[in-house]
């Protein structure tokens, strides 16, 4: 089982920057193909942000970010990390750090980014507001 742990999140006036972060502890399992960044914002249905394949690198990102949101991977440090910047306060909403297993088969990213994966991490909070 993936242990994921998300940090970074916190109060930020509009135009800010934060860069979330998610932390594998005993490193990325083999059998977990990609992680994704999802956030859930107040009365809202979960969404997702940007989704990273572990096999080839590919990134891929939802239209509302694209431009304003980096998404990286260290392997040293067995950390995935989200860079947010130009932040709107349509941005505010709970992160989460997420992860697909093979067990349903490999899913094409994109189908990921709409259907969400098989793990969830626990959620960081991003408030943008002045």
């Known amino acids: 089982q993936v242990q994921l742990v998300e940090s970074g999140g916190g109060l930020v006036q509009p135009g800010g920057s934060l860069r979330l972060s998610c932390a594998a502890s005993?490193?990325?399992?083999?059998?977990?193909?990609?992680i994704g960044w999802f956030r859930q914002a107040p009365g809202k249905e979960r969404e997702g942000v940007s989704v990273?394949?572990?096999?080839?690198?590919?990134?891929l990102y939802a239209d509302s970010v694209k431009g304003r949101f980096t998404m990286s991977l260290d392997n040293d440090k067995n950390t995935i990390y989200l860079q947010m910047n130009s932040l709107k306060p349509e941005d505010t909403a709970v992160y989460s750090c997420?992860?697909?297993?093979?067990?349903?088969?490999?899913?094409?990213?994109?189908?990921?980014?709409?259907?969400?994966?098989?793990?969830w991490g626990k959620g960081t909070l991003v408030t943008v507001s002045s």
């Open positions: 997420d992860a697909d297993s093979s067990k349903r088969g490999y899913q094409p990213l994109d189908r990921l980014l709409v259907y969400g994966m098989d793990y």
């Open positions: 990273i394949s572990m096999r080839d690198g590919r990134i």
């Open positions: 005993s490193g990325f399992p083999s059998d977990y193909y990609a």
